[in-house]
């Protein structure tokens, strides 16, 4: 098993340009999620997906689109990047929403909006 | 508001010391708590903790955690170089199935 892959793991991106952060997990995972990772703040949750089909938001999920339309996958979308997104992206993944503890996460992609 | 408040936020100590990182917290719908050690890159799972005053033990490390009082503390026993990195709280929700973490606890064992 690959575990819980990320692609990009660096990008440079100028204000207003749209991209695709990819996450995948090979291990059947239902539960997958996306936080973003800032000095100081530590993990905040963006959004999440119950299983595919299902999306939803989480702490602070404005600039920030997802979709899951299959098990594998979930990308992260930023339409339009603002500095203010400039960070560390985590995605992470578990069995299910009960099981946390199982919860892997991913090498992380670091994000940089001049 | 949900909040998860680590102390302290940094902590340096010498090789053979213990060391006690607190973590508290203020939310709804307590589910359940857990620590993550974070070195370079992702986080890895230490603990999970749902019951008050049932010690988790795995090796140097122990954790415990009061619903009363709405804390946890994670110990470190006989510190080695290889422990230095930032310790992670994090709090589940039940009622909105979030998380949310505290900022972290960057320790740093010197030899």
């Known amino acids: 098993n690959a575990g819980v892959t990320q692609t990009p793991k660096f990008q440079v991106l100028k204000t207003g340009q749209s991209m695709t952060l990819q996450c995948a997990q090979d291990m059947n995972h239902e539960y997958m999620s996306w936080y973003r990772q800032d000095p100081g703040m530590g993990l905040r949750l963006i959004h999440y997906s119950v299983g595919a089909g299902i999306t939803d938001q989480g702490e602070v999920p404005n600039g920030y689109n997802v979709s899951r339309s299959t098990t594998e996958d979930f990308p992260l979308r930023l339409l339009s990047a603002a500095p203010s997104q400039t960070s560390v992206y985590f995605c992470a993944s578990s069995y299910s929403l009960s099981s946390h503890n199982e919860q892997f996460f991913g090498p992380g992609t670091r994000l940089t909006v001049l | 508001e949900d909040k998860v408040v680590q102390s302290p936020l940094s902590l340096v100590v010498h090789e053979g010391d213990t060391v006690t990182l607190n973590c508290s917290y203020e939310?709804?719908?307590?589910?359940?708590l857990l620590w993550y050690k974070q070195e370079k890159k992702a986080p890895t799972f230490l603990f999970m903790l749902?019951?008050?005053?049932i010690e988790k033990k795995s090796g140097r490390l122990s954790s415990i955690l009061d619903k009363k009082e709405l804390f946890s503390i994670l110990n470190i026993t006989a510190t080695q170089t290889g422990d230095s990195a930032v310790y992670l709280c994090?709090?589940?929700?039940?009622?909105?199935?979030?998380?949310?973490f505290g900022a972290g606890t960057r320790l740093t064992v010197k030899p």
């Open positions: 994090a709090v589940e929700m039940d009622n909105n199935n979030d998380m949310r």
């Open positions: 749902t019951s008050s005053g």
């Open positions: 939310v709804t719908n307590f589910r359940s």
